[in-house]
């Protein structure tokens, strides 16, 4: 794989955007196609512009799909397989750094604290990806570990759409 010019990490709730195909309608009443958006992140991905980090704890946290997206959960463990998705364990130090962020800033949950924390000690990062407003709002508010403040945004939307994901319909991985 080509040298990426960038590595973001994506939060759960983007892989389920991605899985679910989620298109939603916001609080101010626009409507927000996060299936594009993270489509768009996917392509470059697989253009080798850049890398996707996620946390192994996603493995389990991606789980909450409907009844008759069965099968989906060990489909996106095989989409995992993918050169361009790379995983990072819960370690000592990332859960460490979690409950320090679920300290500082009150009302933060484990899983939230979990995914933050990993994105701010994997080296490269350039920005996290969510969905969650929460964690919107903690943009530029969390220290990396290079000393640099942690860019939290939804995911790109500049690109063209990916193809659909073909893990997700029977076809195996890339």
Known sequence: MASPTKRIYWDACVWLAFILREKVRLQDGSAEDRDTMCRSVIQAAKKGTLEILTSTFCL?????????????????????????????????????RARDLMVSHTGLKPPDAIHLATAAVSPGIVEMHTFDDRLLRLNGLIDKADGTK?????????????????????????
């Open 60 to 96: 389990a946290e991606v789980c909450k799909v409907p009844a008759d997206k069965k099968g989906t959960s060990d489909k996106l463990a095989d989409y995992f397989e993918n050169d361009y998705i790379l995983l990072t364990n819960v370690d000592r130090v990332v859960a460490e």
């Open 150 to 174: 942690l860019k939290i945004c939804k995911p790109d939307a500049g690109a063209a759409p990916a193809p659909l994901l073909e893990a997700m319909h029977g076809k195996k991985p890339d």
